[in-house]
């Protein structure tokens, strides 16, 4: 900074009261007074070039001086400013990157060092033109030194905007940091949660297992209760050297491992044993079986084993298994895997009055159990049922007794459709299932908008025995044309009847929706924009005779605009125009 200079003498107040400063002369080479610009006085170069000082104001202005000392000083013959002092400035103010820019530009070294050479005697002594020149040199300086300053300002923004950059990163990193940290303490909290409740399920197991031998006398106390998967390559290897014909076998050992763990090898091991056996070794398994066969029908893997003795076995192993099985034939019919067993059982009965005892059990719990979605499969295994013995178990009665006034339900239910479905194509007499049959078309409209009932209603229209119980669905399903066709599920009744129902059915449906009534407006036209009722106008486009067709598209072309504006209302119009297009219909009046 400019710290060493004082103001000079000729100081004269400008416009808006501030000091200006003009270069003195010497009054024997320019006589009179310089700041009377009226007298042979030069005026200064400063003055000539004062606007080139305007975008520099500052208000560091220089120190004040004693007026006297101040002149004095100005006419030493000495630099204004040393090279030291401007190092020590230029050290100030520049950076590192800016210093050795500075250095490495000779030309503005040279200028500036030039500039601060001038001492008072030799401006004194310099011509206004070389003055002149000497300060524009000096403006230029000034302009490069701003130029670099606001360089080294914006380079200085610059890094203060990365720094908060990199410090915005890394406070998110250490809130990312800590979230996971929680996360981590959360997961290791449940795995140890885990972990301790693995240890308690292992325990108990173990005591469990530590408890069958004792409560199993036929199983060798050396067996281990639990398998490792390591060893089932090599108990696969065991098992193929069992197949021999002469192999020992243990056949409790394996009966028990297939109930107690599961072992799938040791089933599969049994039932191809069962194939290829001697009657005493087939006889063997089947004293192993029998004292377990409940658990081994609702085990996973000895289902299979009691159903293939059921398929091999003699009359009397056969016997001797199904006795088993009474008493339990409620459970057995709602058991995932029993439920098979049970119907392995009635196809390889051949003593029908055992199979009736078992069909008999059925009869205490009907309600639950002809609609659960395993029992379901027995009951239909018990109504295709033909019996040839004296007194046959009197089926139907017994349910219709205890569904009586519940077949709609019955029919809404997934499995209860299928039921009666069965009771339907399987029972002759009339009578068993006109109970069934009265309730079901006395609630056609209902069932036919069921999800599962609409099956039974179409299975009406389509394969009943008895003409008047097809004539009854159809009239129902005509009454309640416009509803039905409307509906999600009713709608495949109403396309079933169209199909089933012949020419006749489907030109009195025709006269149907095409009648308005009380209605404002053809029921045909709301079937047209509904969402499942389009499908069936489309249907009767597609199926009816030419004049029908015609006719019926000319009614709904009435309608057009409002059935465009429709999401669903916009196919039927798309074929309403091809049917007119190839029939050549237009709207000019016919001449008379």
């Not at 669903?568 to 049917?579: D, P, T």
Request: charged letters at 25%; a neutral charge.
């Amino acid at each position: 900074m400019l710290h060493d200079t004082c103001r000079i003498t000729s100081d004269q107040n400008d416009y808006y009261g501030r000091i200006t400063t003009r270069l003195p002369t010497p009054p024997v080479l320019y006589p009179g007074h310089v700041t009377d610009l009226g007298s042979s006085g030069t005026p200064s170069p400063k003055e000539t070039l004062k606007d080139y000082f305007e975008p520099y104001t500052s208000d560091l202005h220089l120190p004040h001086c004693n007026r006297d000392s101040s002149v004095s000083k100005f006419w030493r013959d000495e630099p204004l400013f040393n090279n030291n002092d401007f190092e020590h400035l230029v050290g100030n103010v520049l950076d590192d990157e800016d210093k050795l820019a500075f250095s490495s530009s000779p030309t503005l070294h040279r200028s500036i060092s030039t500039l601060l050479s001038i001492t008072a005697t030799s401006l004194a002594t310099m011509s206004p033109e070389h003055v002149g020149h000497h300060l524009q040199n000096a403006i230029g300086v000034i302009h490069q030194l701003v130029d670099t300053l606001k360089a080294t300002q914006t380079d200085l923004d610059k890094k203060c905007h990365q720094v908060w950059s990199l410090q915005s990163c890394l406070t998110a990193k250490d809130l990312e940091v800590r979230n996971i940290k929680q996360q981590l303490a959360v997961a290791n909290r449940l795995y140890d949660a885990q972990t301790i409740k693995l240890q308690q399920m292992t325990e108990k197991k173990t005591m469990v297992s530590e408890q069958l031998p004792k409560a199993n006398s036929r199983r060798r106390p050396s067996e281990k209760p639990c398998q490792s998967r390591q060893q089932q390559g090599i108990l696969s290897a065991e098992y193929r050297r069992h197949l021999d014909k002469n192999a020992q076998v243990d056949w409790e050992a394996m009966v028990d491992k297939i109930i107690q763990r599961g072992d799938q090898q040791a089933s599969l091991f049994l039932q191809q044993k069962l194939k290829c056996v001697t009657e005493e070794q087939k006889q063997a398994i089947f004293e192993a079986i029998l004292p377990q066969a409940y658990p081994l029908m609702t085990s996973r893997f000895g289902n299979f084993l009691v159903q293939r003795l059921l398929e091999v076995g003699t009359i009397d192993q056969v016997t001797a298994l199904i006795g088993t099985m009474q008493g339990r034939v409620v459970a057995l019919t709602c058991q995932q895997f029993g439920c098979h067993v049970l119907q392995k059982a009635f196809d390889c009965c051949s003593d029908e009055q055992m199979k009736a005892d078992l069909v008999c059990e059925l009869f205490q719990n009907i309600q639950d159990t002809i609609t659960h979605k395993h029992a379901c499969h027995i009951w239909q295994k018990v109504f295709e049922m033909q019996w040839t013995i004296p007194n046959p178990p009197a089926v139907m009665d017994h349910v219709n007794k205890a569904i009586q006034g519940k077949w709609t339900q019955v029919a809404l239910d997934e499995t209860g459709s299928l039921v009666i479905q069965h009771i339907f194509e399987n029972l002759k007499e009339d009578a068993s299932k006109r109970p069934v049959i009265e309730e079901v078309l006395t609630n056609v409209v209902t069932i036919a908008k069921g999800q599962w009932g609409n099956w039974v209603i179409q299975h009406v229209l389509e394969q009943a025995q008895e003409n008047r119980d097809r004539e009854r669905a159809f009239e129902a399903v005509l009454e309640h044309a416009a509803t039905l066709s409307m509906d999600q599920f009713a709608s495949k009744v109403v396309e079933k009847a169209l199909r089933a129902g012949g020419p006749v059915f489907l030109e009195r449906f025709m006269d149907k929706v095409l009648t308005s009534g009380q209605r404002r407006r053809e029921p045909l036209i709301d079937m047209a924009s509904d969402q499942y009722g389009n499908y069936v106008v489309q249907w009767l486009i597609n199926h009816t005779e030419t004049n029908d067709q015609v006719k019926m598209c000319r009614l709904i072309k009435r309608h057009m605009v409002s059935l465009r504006g429709s999401k669903y209302g916009q196919r039927v119009a798309f074929l309403v125009e091809k049917v007119l297009r190839s029939h050549e219909i237009t709207t000019y009046p016919a001449q008379h």
